[in-house]
């Protein structure tokens, strides 16, 4: 690990480089990386890749790790974790890909860390122009604080026409404003999705804990049929 940086209060960005210095597999966007755990044998839990994805000289990889208290992994990777430190890694691999040349608008919705995987499809077209299709990510956070990559985010929404963020914040503190710092109040539901994209048959990611992708799932397919796919 080269450095760790904290995003907010319970997620760390660790950068990893390897240990030979060399150069790194290039990968999709939305790939994710299994990194194992020193101190207990067998132990491996993936994180998206949410950095740069392609280089002639791809040199490190980067994740965010949300602390979940009482976890094997995630609480090491916020404390035991020091520069220097040495985990085995997987090659990236993964399924998850959203259209990039497309008609269909794609509506993400994500709780949290559960941003990662959009946030390395979106920011490569952003640096080099390439192609996006229309997208509108509905970003739950509980408030600023616990907001993973607000800026990153807020950039994207600027340099990508076709892209409109749209952040909930179910506990907002009393300095954040909505309009300003976040678009919605409450947790993100079916409800808050604009009709006129289900009626122009976009295609929705979500990316959150079972009970979001239950709730959210049945609020769509209730009274409405798109196509859902589930991001596991
Ligand atoms: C393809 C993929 C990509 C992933 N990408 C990321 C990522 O970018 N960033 C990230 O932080 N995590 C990501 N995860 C989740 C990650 O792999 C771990 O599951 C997570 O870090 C918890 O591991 P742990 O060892 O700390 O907790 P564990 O020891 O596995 O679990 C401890 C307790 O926490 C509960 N728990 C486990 N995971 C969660 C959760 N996500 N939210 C709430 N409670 C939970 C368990 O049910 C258990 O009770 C991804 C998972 C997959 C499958």
């Not at 939305?30 to 132990?43: K, L």
């Not at 974790?81 to 919705?109: E, K, M, N, Y």
């Amino acid at each position: 690990m080269e450095s760790a940086d904290d995003v907010t209060e319970d997620i760390r960005e660790p950068l990893l480089r390897p240990a030979d210095g060399g150069p790194l597999p290039e990968f999709r966007p939305g790939r994710h990386i299994t990194p194992a755990e020193a101190d207990a044998p067998g132990t491996t839990r993936a994180y998206s890749l949410t950095g740069a994805a392609r280089s002639d000289t791809l040199g490190t990889y980067r994740l965010a790790v949300r602390r979940i208290d009482g976890g094997v992994f995630s609480p090491v990777v916020h404390r035991g974790l020091t520069a220097g430190a040495r985990r085995l890694v997987t090659v990236p691999s993964g399924l998850f890909a959203i259209p990039v040349d497309h008609d269909q608008p794609v509506v993400l919705l994500a709780a949290g860390v559960g941003i990662t995987p959009f946030l390395g499809h979106l920011e490569p077209p952003a640096s080099t122009g390439g192609s996006v299709p229309e997208v509108v990510p509905h970003h739950g956070n509980r408030n600023r604080r616990t907001h993973p990559f607000a800026d990153r985010l807020r950039k994207l929404d600027e340099a990508i026409a076709r892209l409109t963020v749209i952040d909930h914040y179910s506990r907002p503190d009393a300095e954040d404003v909505i309009g300003v710092h976040y678009s919605a109040f409450g947790r993100v539901t079916a409800e808050h999705i604009d009709e006129e994209l289900i009626r122009r048959r976009a295609r929705f990611y979500i990316r959150g804990p079972q009970a979001m992708i239950d709730a959210v799932t049945a609020g769509l397919t209730a009274s409405r049929r798109p196509e859902v796919r589930h991001l596991r």
